[in-house]
Structure formats: C-alpha cells, structure tokens
C-alpha cells in the first residue's frame, strides 16, 4: 500500500511538471497579447499539496493487477508475522508450564526427602460387623417365661433371621434359632417326731429341654416362576436322640404367588444327611427333601405364616421326618410385634432311649434296656419380634 502510495504521488509530480511548463508557455504567449500576470498559472505548494491528495484515491487501469498483487503480499506477510507472533507465545506458555512442573517435583521430592514418616500408607480401617449386617433385612425374636412356687422352670428361646436380595432374581438367607428350658424338681422331707419335726427340702435343677438349629439358603430366579436353590442346615436335639445332623441340599422350586399380601412357594431336591444319634454311630446317606412355605397379610397389618419341610431317608424310606410350623404375628408398633406359634416335630423312626432296668423288688440290675423314643415333639412359643 505504501508502494501504491509512492507511484500515485510521483505521477502527480510529473502532471504537476507537465502542466507548469504548459503555464509558462501559455504565460509567455499572452504576456505578449493581454499583459496577463504569469503567476496566476502557477501552483502554489498548497495547492500541489491537495492535488496530491486528490489524486491519491485515484486507482488508474494500469495500476489495477499490480495494486491487487501488492495486497495480496502484504496480506501474506501479516498473516505470517501473526503465526510467528502465536507461535512465540505458545512456545513462551510451555516453558512457562514446564518450568512450573519442575518447581513443583523439586518441591515435592524436599518434602519427601524432609518429611518420609508423613508419606507412609494408612492403615487400612478395619470392617465392623455392623458394616457387615447394614445391607440385611434383619428379624429378632425373643421369649423368656419363668415359673414359681410348688414348681420352678424357665424357657429361654431367641431367634434371628436375615434376608438380602442384591437384586431381583438373588435372595439369601440366614435362620438361626436356640430353646433352652429347665426345671428343678423340690424334694421335701420331715426329720423328727409326729409331735416336734423339720422340713427340709432339696433341689434338683436339670436341663428339660435343648434345641439349636442354624441354616442357610441361596435362592436364584430363573425366570418369573422358577427357581433354583443351595440348602444348609444343622441342628441338634438332645432329648430327641439327636446329638448332631448336618444337611446339604440343591434343588428347584416353583413360585405360586408372590405380592405386597400374599407369598407362596413350594421347592423339591436332593439332600445329603451327616447325622449322630444317641447310642449310634455315625450315618451318612442322600435324601429327598420338599418345602412349602405360605406367608399371607390378615386385617390391621397381621400376619399368618406357616412352613412345611419333609426329609426322607432313599436308603430306608421308611427313615422319614418332617417339620410343620404356624405362627401368627400382630404388630405393636412400626418396628415391633407379638408373635405367637407353634412347632411339631415328627421322626418316624427316632434313635432308643437307654433306661436303667430293675427288678421286681426296685433293686437295680445294672442293665440297661433300649425303649423306642416319642415319635413327636410339640414347641409352643410367645416371642416378642423385632423388625431393623
């Protein structure tokens, strides 16, 4: 543009030059007629000046291709000094930002260096069994019934059961459940005369009763019905002949009904049966085992619920037992309720009971005798239950 400038300013110069000698002449030829002053044909400095800027905005034809061409290199030329420029900048960023980088690392490693026990890992915080039990649907019952006077015996029985479904289609569960119950039988004696004597009385406190049983299930939905499941259960009942059974079970169940008031399922599989009977040996041996189970919502937010399990010997069919359970429960509050129900245990081949055998006279013999045992058991509970 500068160039442009220079050309257009020289060109009026030369106009300028051009006409000035035409004055002259035109001055001297009419000095020499009219008398006419000659420098009223000249330019004044002035005057050239603003010739000059007149023409300045004039683009001629000749002018055009080299005016657009010098543009074009001047553009060029901008257009790279401002990537220069850019690039100058960034280039003054990134040392700027590893400069940064490197004062930081050599602050951190005198740090290091000055302070080792501050870098060292925490110990990692141990769980508690709270944190364990947070994700379980968790279910308590407690019983505990005292008796006085010509009688004395108490029961003490406590229950748990936790649920957890991490989704729609796993369920697991843990039951455990524990009956204690004992009673002291008085023997009341007279020592002297008819006249003039003295009571005295013994007591003998004996275990009545003794119940545990712990389980464990896994249950799978397979599609909306159809389930698989993985059994554990053990238990003892040592006034039933049963020292100690431990059970394995797989299988598969149907569910018949599942809502907000009523919940019904019914599942079948193998088992396999570790168990030790009082005057046995130990025993092993596959089973077949079947559930069913019913839960229903009654009227003001009771509930009934009853449960039925059937386990059989396929060594000896007729080694059969089951498990039938009926509880009611009413609530009291949000979080607490009144459970009522009650537990029959049949055996259909329970273990002997071994007895002392005496002679006519009640003198003991020394022998002992192997009786059959009760084929039924019957539990009866009131239990307070607590919903967390």
Do not use: C
């Amino acid at each position: 543009m500068i160039n442009r400038k220079f050309e257009q300013g020289l060109l009026v110069l030369v106009i300028s030059g051009i006409l000035s000698l035409l004055t002259v002449q035109s001055a001297a030829g009419l000095s020499d007629h009219k008398g006419s002053d000659v420098s009223s044909y000249e330019l004044t400095a002035s005057e050239f000046y603003f010739a000059q800027e007149d023409f300045s905005g004039v683009i001629f034809p000749s002018d055009q291709d080299a005016g657009s061409r010098q543009t074009a290199d001047w553009n060029q030329e901008k257009s790279q000094s401002q990537q220069e420029v850019k690039k100058e900048q960034s280039g003054e960023k990134e040392e700027q930002e590893i400069q940064k980088e490197s004062e930081e690392q050599a602050k951190q490693e005198l740090s290091e260096q000055q302070a080792p026990e501050d870098k060292q890992p925490l110990p990692e915080e141990k769980k508690k069994i709270t944190d364990w039990l947070d994700p379980w649907k968790k279910t308590l019952e407690l019983s505990y019934v005292v008796t006085g006077g010509n009688t004395l015996s108490s029961s003490f029985s406590f229950g748990a059961n936790l649920t957890r479904s991490p989704n729609n289609n796993d369920t697991y569960m843990l039951k455990t459940f524990l009956l204690r119950s004992h009673s002291t039988t008085v023997t009341r004696t007279a020592v002297g005369t008819p006249e003039n004597y003295s009571v005295e009385e013994e007591k003998n406190r004996r275990l009545s009763a003794e119940n545990y049983i712990l389980s464990g299930q896994y249950d799978h939905r397979v599609t909306g019905r159809l389930t698989t499941n993985l059994a554990f259960v053990w238990d003892r009942n040592k006034f039933s002949g049963v020292l100690s059974r431990a059970l394995w079970s797989a299988g598969a169940g149907l569910v018949m009904a599942d809502n907000q008031k009523t919940r019904m399922r019914s599942q079948a599989g193998v088992s396999f049966t570790i168990r030790k009977y009082s005057q046995q040996p130990v025993s092993a041996f596959l089973g077949f085992r079947y559930s069913f189970s019913w839960e229903q919502k009654l009227f003001d937010n009771a509930s009934f619920a009853t449960a039925f399990i059937f386990d059989d010997n396929l060594a000896k069919i007729s080694d059969w037992r089951y498990e039938w359970n009926f509880n009611v429960a009413a609530p009291i509050s949000k979080k607490l309720s009144l459970k009522t129900g009650v537990r029959i245990l049949r055996n259909n081949r329970p273990p002997d009971l071994s007895v002392p055998l005496f002679d006519l006279n009640g003198v003991d013999t020394g022998i002992k005798v192997f009786i059959p045992r009760g084929k039924v058991d019957t539990f009866f509970t009131t239990s307070f239950v607590l919903n967390l």
